[in-house]
């Protein structure tokens, strides 16, 4: 999301690409190679971007996991954004990313959001045709829960493969509605219970979002249990001869699901600091991780 430049039609430069250049070479030097767009990421520069980036080196694309996602309608003019997965549409922007990523095919694509007026049926045609023309290896879905994963599973003849959600050590709906249920902060969960052990059993692979909190404990913290929460990170980024950053993703991977972080940054030094994360088993113990929990959460479990 951060590749291409301003978030507007202003058209990227030099500049742009030099960025997006260096962040790519960070992540090849800290063991990564899936890459994660959506087609709306700044109007659709980030993927062009890319794009200039695969171009300009041949052999990049076969290293490379490459995977983007469809399904949001920016707002225009007076017109709010709204949500369209209906058949042609996913089709439409298939076709526009595989042309701004100047490649022939998109190794995993998402469904972006849910949209309350697609027809599962349609959505499973549109998926069906681009997989069998070759313009997608496999999909999955982004931000939906159980009941949604299962009306497209059900009229899909190719797995999905993966739920992109929010989670962090700061955003842990998808971990508190384990252990709120029968409790009144339940009622307050943006994640439905259930979602990761429904993705697990049924194969679909778990996606972080906002894996490294947005700096919250590496970075500016704003209460007083992320200032907690900071320093305990510190602490054991410090005894373990490690970076905050790859503390914080261990404690989404030390989760059995088998939890794969996205690292939003694009700023190559904050890249690299999430090597060991991507190189290595994490490393924490299990107090350790009900430690960091419990200091996010600035309260005692239930």
């Not at 291409?4 to 039609?9: E, L, M, P």
């Not at 299962?150 to 739920?163: E, G, H, I, K």
Request: charged share 25%; with cysteine.
């Amino acid at each position: 999301m951060g590749l291409g430049g301003s978030w507007d039609a202003e058209p990227y430069g030099a500049e742009d690409i030099g960025h997006a250049e260096a962040a790519v070479a960070a992540a090849l030097e800290s063991g990564i190679t899936a890459f994660d767009h959506a087609d709306i990421y700044r109007h659709g520069k980030a993927e062009a971007v890319f794009g200039e980036i695969l171009a300009r080196a041949p052999g990049l694309r076969s290293r490379i996991v490459l995977q983007t996602k469809c399904g949001i309608r920016l707002a225009d003019g007076e017109r709010p954004g709204i949500y369209d997965l209906r058949g042609p549409a996913i089709a439409r922007r298939v076709e526009e990313s595989l042309t701004r990523l100047r490649t022939d095919r998109i190794d995993v694509l998402l469904l972006h959001r849910p949209d309350p007026l697609a027809d599962p049926d349609d959505i499973a045609a549109a998926l069906t045709d681009l997989h069998r023309q070759g313009l997608v290896r496999s999909f999955g879905v982004s931000n939906m829960g159980p009941a949604q994963i299962d009306a497209l599973r059900s009229r899909l003849d190719v797995p999905l493969v993966a739920n992109q959600l929010e989670m962090s050590l700061a955003r842990r709906d998808w971990l508190e509605s384990a252990v709120l249920v029968n409790t009144p902060a339940a009622a307050a969960l943006g994640i439905p219970p259930g979602t990761v052990e429904h993705c697990v059993a049924h194969g679909v692979g778990l996606q972080a979002w906002g894996a490294l909190a947005q700096g919250r404990y590496s970075g500016r913290q704003e209460t007083a249990a992320e200032q907690a929460t900071a320093r305990l990170v510190a602490s054991l980024a410090e005894a373990k001869g490690t970076t905050p950053e790859t503390v914080l993703l261990w404690w989404l991977q030390r989760h059995p699901a088998g939890i794969v972080p996205v690292i939003g940054s694009a700023r190559p030094d904050r890249i690299r600091a999430c090597a060991d994360a991507a190189q290595g088993e994490p490393r924490l113990s299990h107090e350790e991780w009900y430690d960091l929990w419990i200091t996010a959460r600035g309260e005692p479990l239930p």
